[in-house]
């Protein structure tokens, strides 16, 4: 990529609304990611690997686990301050961002959440430090949107349960050091656990060919009888209702990662517009580009707004999932649309490693559909309004 003159846009002067703490997150977290990651991500994802070299500078910006209590680590920061790091962080690379919302809302949140005071203490900490990554298994080969119908189980066996099944497109699978996992108990409830690598019978094979979100990893979990110690087994939650809570955290940080991979595409696109020369003007001169402009500094700016309201409740413990559903797949799909256009605009360009949409394009086609697909959250805003569920 060349190099990264990225300027961020505030048409609505939403930094007004945030604190000064908020302001520096924000600004520590954009200039690692113009140091560490712009130079390296496009040969990353050409190549499909995922850097570990950024592992550690997670850590050390606080991408891990920024709301996680600081006792267990964690950075104890508000909800605003997770977003705008998610932000910034998919303003680098959705994969990047995938990487560090699994390790935070989908592993540390539910150790937090529902785990005892030791599985707290024993994973946590390392978890936060980037000492041991971790992953997130929900979703099965037949059950994506339906999670509910999982076939993995657990099975009694006095002193640990024997676990049996499989996992499909879990990201950080392939070096993941711990795994929280969903499965049905004998009564058919859905229970949650912590895996860790080395079990035995426990392999997480690597899937090849995305053409999307190829800086981030992913893979399989494959179960074939493993012993899971009975303490490794979450005590405080039991059903659906417990992998889907830590999707409201994980959907949240979404929300605010897409309008980062929008202001990328549209500060790239506005730059590229003013630079480039066209029947002798700059091509921002031509209506048919002010109007796609226009319209995505638009769409991002009503994007900031949602989601900043949404932070404000989140924080208060007044948002809901519905609520949070309604950010993801707006933003999202703002996302996309505003990289379509961006690409449009760089003409030829557009399709090269030079500039950053192509990448965030194919990127987000992963994230339309990860934590839920766009027409899943449209039907959960349809239940929420008419009372009547379309899933039933
Ligand atoms: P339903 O009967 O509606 O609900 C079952 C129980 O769960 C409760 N519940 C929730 N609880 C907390 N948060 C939510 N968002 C909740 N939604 C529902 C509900 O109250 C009920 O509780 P209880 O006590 O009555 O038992 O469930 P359903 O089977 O009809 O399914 C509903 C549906 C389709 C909305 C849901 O299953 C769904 O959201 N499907 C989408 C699946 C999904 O999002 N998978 C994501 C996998 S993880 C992932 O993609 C990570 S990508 C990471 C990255 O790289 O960034
Ligand atoms: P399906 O559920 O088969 O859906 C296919 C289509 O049917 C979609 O358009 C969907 O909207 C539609 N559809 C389904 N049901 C209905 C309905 N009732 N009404 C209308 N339309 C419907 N999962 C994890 O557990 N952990 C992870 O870390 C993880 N990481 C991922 C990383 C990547 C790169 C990707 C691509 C996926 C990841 N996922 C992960 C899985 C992801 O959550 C699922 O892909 C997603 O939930 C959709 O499931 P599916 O792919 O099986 O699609």
Redesign the pocket.
């Known amino acids: 990529m060349a190099q990264d003159r990225f300027q961020s846009h505030d048409y609505y002067l939403m930094d007004e609304l945030l604190t000064e703490e908020h302001k520096l997150i924000r600004s520590s977290v954009r200039d690692w990611v113009k140091k560490e990651v712009s130079p390296v991500v496009e040969e990353a994802c050409q190549k499909a690997t995922f850097p570990k070299q950024w592992i550690k500078g997670l850590a050390e910006i606080g991408g891990f686990g920024p709301y996680i209590p600081e006792e267990y680590g964690g950075g104890g920061l508000d909800q605003v301050s997770y977003g705008l790091i998610m932000q910034e962080l998919e303003r680098g690379d959705s994969g990047l961002r995938?990487t560090a919302?699994?390790q935070s809302s989908?592993v540390m949140y539910p150790i937090y959440t529902y785990g005892s005071e030791e599985q707290r203490k024993k994973y946590l900490p390392k978890l936060a430090s980037g000492e041991w990554m971790g992953c997130?298994g929900?979703?099965e080969p037949d059950h994506g949107?339906?999670?509910?119908g999982m076939l993995s189980n657990i099975k009694d066996k006095g002193d640990h349960f024997l676990l049996n099944g499989s996992k499909m497109w879990i990201?950080n699978a392939p070096f993941a050091d711990v795994a929280v996992v969903w499965a049905k108990d004998e009564q058919g409830i859905i229970r949650g656990m912590v895996l860790e690598r080395g079990m035995k019978g426990f392999t997480t094979p690597e899937t090849h060919g995305k053409w999307s979100l190829r800086a981030?990893a992913t893979g399989e979990l494959v179960f074939d009888n493993v012993k899971v110690p009975k303490e490794n087994i979450f005590p405080n939650v039991k059903?659906?209702?417990g992998p889907?809570?830590c999707?409201?955290s994980?959907r949240y940080g979404?929300a605010w990662g897409a309008i980062g991979a929008a202001l990328d595409c549209y500060d790239s696109a506005l730059r590229y517009a003013k630079e480039r020369v066209q029947f002798g003007k700059p091509i921002a001169s031509f209506q048919l580009t002010q109007k796609k402009l226009a319209e995505m500094i638009t769409e991002i700016t009503k994007a900031q707004l949602l989601t900043w309201r949404l932070g404000v409740l989140k924080n208060e413990n007044r948002a809901t999932?519905a609520q949070i559903s309604m950010a993801k797949r707006n933003n999202v799909n703002m996302a996309l649309q505003v990289a379509r256009e961006a690409r449009q605009i760089h003409g030829g360009m557009g399709i090269t490693g030079e500039y950053p949409i192509m990448r965030h394009m194919m990127n987000l086609e992963s994230v339309i559909t990860?934590?839920?697909t766009h027409d899943?959250h449209l039907l959960?805003t349809g239940m929420d309004v008419t009372g009547i569920n379309a899933?039933e």
Do not use: D, R, W
Request: aromatic share 10%; charged share 5%.
């Open positions: 995938s919302s699994v989908l997130f929900l979703t949107s339906n999670p509910g990201s981030s059903g659906l209702k889907l809570g999707l409201n994980a979404i999932p990860y934590e839920g899943i959960i899933f």
